[in-house]
């Protein structure tokens, strides 16, 4: 458990005393904001505990309210300004320790890519301005995030947290299969300390030899069903590597729980997402692979997949190249290409499509793991259900696999998520896997415009809230620091805050259609795209396509309304008629 | 004039006995038509003197009707097959001469960019059927062509070739100025063999003070007015190049026709579409520029952009990658890169982009040219009007403008569009300028998706009938050409056949709302993006977008039905809100 975390919770809404000390100066005015494609604006700005606000007239018109967490680097520059003094309509006593003709410039770059270019008069004013973001954007405390501290009026606060349970997703697979059952061996994490207090396992297999199995596996990480392929009857397990270390141990638990959930005569695939090479290196540390020997009917295969700090150094290095305007088309092309981030979108779709294959179409089991299994085995075993199952591609069914593969399943959102592409504190634990996820699932959306549920919108919310939220849902690691956080009770979730309905209308995707079929995504580099929308979201702002998609949700919103006599469900029909034919191959 | 044209017509609907004796074999049974991404189908293959048919059973299901115009490359392989006999399930008296247990694979590239293989049993059938296409895709002689055959029931001969009268454009230019006026200098191509008829000149120029600046410029193509700015009154020219050569000549009558064109103290910006050492150059080949000394108001900017060899090197090694499927990303990138196509694409947009600033932004009258006036110089007054004038951005607008600044215009389409990007036959005339505009246009259309009035499927039939068609539009270099091959008495015109209402429902954007502001768009590389809707159509073929834009104009369509009161008109109403303020920056 990372050594951050406080054992008492703070009263709810606490006046936040803490943070007093950190903000030296709370208010300047006639400070001028500067956004990319966007007027300047002239207004005072306020720093509070978790918030930086500027407001163009003061009680008037709001202009800016910045999450501070929101923050990933700011850069200060002071200059002497004789030749430009900034107009001051209101003076105030903090004029008195302004230095004359002197002003400085804050740079903030946010985790959201956003960036924005503050001119404050004075200089000590300045400095104090950057010191309190620096200091206020890196408190590391999850109990002093503003999510322990946000009350929004419209909502309840224990609203969304129990939208998804774990034992909904398994009714469905009950109904269909015997082989499965609920265990809650890990009711106290003591079991896996970043797995959630109930998992699915093989019905045949009893707690006891669960508890063994997860002895073997790094991080207590044994495996466990992720998916039921109703189709064929196969499954997709996840799990961390085996403790094999360079002595060749053995778990006959282990293999009893792998041999079981094949079931009689059924055949496996380990889908391993890191390089032959890499995995058998890992023995010396400790970890390793299933040797075929022990694992007869399981056949390996090896799909390596990039995360940590090359993962990390590529999403920095395309946010750099697509904010650079002086580029010409061929520097730009060459920098994405050395960006290497579309080649990793790329990987993590053929991986998946390799995983949906084996299901699908060897009618084999699954099981993804790389080393530590919460990273791009999550990102493999999410995006073959999106592949796969028709049910993940809705709205609510989406929120439920990002829960369940993602939330609980153990991603340290906390530390992947700690910094985003700007930030020259380049911390070890860092990495996108989870906005690789997101680009992947876009270039679903792309390829599949009817097949999604959820359009653009959810992605990049998905994406700002991962990285700084008012909301609860991506704090901590893994279930077992929620819980010791009291997340769950102490803030709002971001699912409660989307199910109200004036929030899901912006989120759907007005041409869905239900897709009963496999959506085979193209993984021809020609197909791939970058996302615009979300690398270029603050640059080359979207505002003419927005429109259009707006515009395209109110035409089928007025269409839906029942008019016509014998019309009204017109749509409905001709949509799902190309849709039914379409997304297979 | 090219040699190839004969002096005079055939009859109507010819029979066409000319090329009965180039079809070898006009039928082959059991030839199997593969395609990428569909099933392959087995049918009878017909070779006609302009298609190439094949029905997968006799008198049935027709399975592709293809103009032999649009083959490109003809690639042959025959190949003994005693392993493999294809199925013989009507035998007929061909088969007697049939090899026994060979076959033959011919592979056809087309101009669309499509790839076809037929697989035909009988080597002799084969190379029958490839030398007969190759022959019969090669005739160069315009009125063999099939235009002159194709007598379509739903159309009169005459309709479409008079929907764009340069009269009709000048008359709305005369309603805002009388400092222009229609010449009739050329009405015998006597003064410029390349432009039309009819041409505006400055009002105050006579046409013996005319006719002798044309003799001052390359090919007598004169400075001729290409738009009129209302909103600053400035005016956009275009003509060649002076033909100032090592002695620098001058022409009195040439620096009076542009010293009157910019009115009283005005000023203009000379838009040289070469880099100034190749205009510098081309002094010793009898070319040159506009001196500074003799053309006192006016300011000499370059920009240079590609044209002719290597544009159309750069579109074949395009094409070349797009094909290949065995890619990496970094390969394809690298690849892209290469092929430099986005980056024509760029400097074709931002050159426009400076020629409309300076009409718009810096109230300067622009005159265009690089040499021979035919290619960039077209490519930049068609791109700067579409950006600047919203009436040019109508269905009906856009197509006056290819007529006017294309067309009429004089860009050598019968040299530049005779082959396509897979033809081995790299001849020297050979230039995608008009794919490269259409590609610009379509750019447009993506940051702008509100204010063109035509969709991607316009801009497609655009480049395929450009390269093949069964319509004369595009036939021929010029408009003498076209009068002496009598064009417009002999064949269809494309306009009368996409003016049908069936056909207009297609090419219209259902998001149309009609924006009076001028469009800049965005030519930061980020910005440019590969038309995939061309490059890969036939390669991954875009269903399910199609499916989704037919859905958002049924739509469209059923909103516009007056079926509640007082909200029938909403649609417009909303439409045109957010487009008044967008799309000016």
Redesign the interface.
């Known amino acids: 458990m990372p050594r951050e975390i406080p054992t008492r919770p703070p009263a709810q809404a606490a006046p936040a005393m803490e943070f007093s000390e950190l903000i030296k100066t709370a208010t300047v005015e006639n400070v001028q904001l500067s956004r990319p494609g966007q007027p300047a604006v002239k207004g005072t700005l306020c720093i509070t505990s978790h918030h930086l606000l500027l407001s163009s007239r003061p009680g008037a018109d709001l202009e800016l309210w910045l999450l501070i967490r929101n923050v990933d680097a700011v850069e200060k520059r002071v200059q002497n300004l004789g030749w430009h003094q900034p107009p001051r309509t209101n003076s105030c006593a903090q004029d008195t320790t302004r230095l004359s003709g002197s002003s400085g410039t804050i740079t903030l770059r946010c985790k959201d890519l956003q960036v924005l270019q503050l001119e404050i008069p004075g200089m000590e004013e300045c400095l104090n301005i950057a010191s309190s973001i620096e200091a206020l954007s890196s408190v590391d405390s999850v109990m002093m995030m503003y999510p322990f501290f946000y009350r929004p009026q419209s909502l309840k606060l224990e609203e969304g947290w129990h939208l998804f349970p774990l034992e909904q997703h398994f009714q469905q697979i009950s109904s269909q299969t015997s082989q499965w059952r609920l265990s809650t061996v890990n009711w106290d994490f003591s079991t896996c300390p970043t797995y959630p207090p109930t998992v699915i396992v093989p019905a045949a297999v009893g707690d006891a030899a669960v508890r063994k199995a997860a002895r073997f596996r790094q991080g207590g990480r044994f495996p466990v069903l992720s998916y039921f392929h109703p189709k064929t009857g196969t499954v997709m397990l996840r799990s961390s590597q085996p403790l094999t270390g360079p002595n060749r141990r053995r778990c006959r638990e282990d293999e009893a729980l792998l041999g079981t959930a094949l079931g009689e005569g059924g055949r496996g695939f380990i889908l391993d997402t890191r390089s032959a090479q890499a995995a058998k290196q890992a023995r010396m540390g400790g970890g390793g692979t299933e040797p075929k020997a022990s694992y007869p009917r399981w056949r390996r295969l090896h799909r390596a997949l990039e995360r940590g700090r090359p993962l990390q150094e590529s999403f920095a290095r395309l946010v750099e190249t697509?904010s650079d305007?002086s580029?010409?088309?061929?520097?730009?092309?060459?920098r994405?290409?050395s960006s290497?981030w579309?080649?990793h979108v790329?990987a993590a779709l053929s991986t998946a499509c390799l995983a949906a294959q084996c299901l699908d179409r060897e009618q084999g089991s699954v099981l993804v793991h790389g080393a530590e299994g919460t990273d791009t085995t999550l990102l493999v075993t999410a995006l073959a259900q999106l592949i796969l199952d028709p049910s993940c591609r809705t709205l609510e069914g989406f929120q439920g696999l990002l829960e369940r593969e993602w939330i609980q399943a153990g991603h340290p959102f906390h530390l992947r998520c700690a910094r985003s592409a700007h930030s020259h504190a380049r911390l070890k634990q860092e990495g996108p896997l989870f906005l690789l996820f997101l680009d992947c699932v876009w270039q679903l959306s792309r390829?599949?415009?009817?097949s999604l549920q959820f359009g653009e919108r959810l992605l990049l919310t998905l994406f700002d809230n991962a990285y700084a939220s008012a909301y609860g849902t991506f704090l901590c690691n893994n279930e077992k620091e929620r819980s010791l956080c009291k997340v769950k009770e102490s803030t709002h979730s971001l699912w409660g805050w989307l199910s109200q309905p004036e929030q899901q209308q912006k989120l759907l995707n007005p041409?869905y259609s239900h897709n009963a079929l496999v959506i085979w995504p193209?993984v021809?580099?020609?197909?791939?795209?970058?996302w615009?929308g979300l690398f270029?979201r603050w640059?080359?702002p979207s505002?003419?396509?927005d429109?259009?998609w707006a515009?395209?949700q109110?035409?089928?919103e007025?269409?839906k309304?029942p008019?016509?006599e014998g019309?009204g469900n017109?749509?409905s029909q001709?949509?799902s008629e190309?849709?039914a034919g379409?997304?297979s191959r």
């Open positions: 697509c305007p580029l010409s088309m061929d520097r730009w092309l060459g994405l290409e290497r579309l080649s790329k390829q599949f415009p009817f041409l193209s021809e580099p020609q197909s791939i795209q970058l615009q270029l640059i080359r505002q003419h396509l429109e259009a515009e395209i109110r035409l089928v007025e269409n309304a008019v016509k019309t017109r749509l001709s949509l190309p849709c379409a997304g």
